[in-house]
C-alpha cells in the first residue's frame, strides 16, 4: 500500500514540476491559453521583444549593393554576391540566384 501512495505522489510532483514549467514558458515566451470556445488568456510573454530570446522570421532585407561577380552552383544555376541591408541594420554578403549579364566576371575556384 506504501508503494502505491509514493507511486502516486512521485507522478504528483512531475506533474506539478510540468505545470509550472509550462507557466513559465508561457510568461516568458506568451501564448494562448484557451478553455473551450468560450474563453482565452492571450500573453505576449515578457521576453518576447528581446534580441536574445526571439528573432524576426519576416525574412525582409533589402539588396544595397549588387557586384559584377557570379559564380556557379554545383548544378550549374549562376550565383551573384551582393550585400543586403538586414531589418536590425547589420550588412551581410549573400550569394543569390540571378542571370548573367554583359560585362559579368566568373569566379572560378582552384584547388591549392
Known sequence: MNIIKIIFEVIGYALN???LIYWAYFIFYGGIWQVGNFM???LEGLLRNSKKAYKS???KFK???ISNVIQFDEMGYPLRLVMIDLDNGTVDHVWRDTTEREGDVVLEW???
Open 110 to 112: 582552384t584547388k591549392i
Open 57 to 59: 522570421t519576416n525574412g
Open 40 to 42: 482565452n488568456i492571450e
Open 63 to 65: 539588396v544595397k549593393e
Open 17 to 19: 514540476i510540468a505545470l
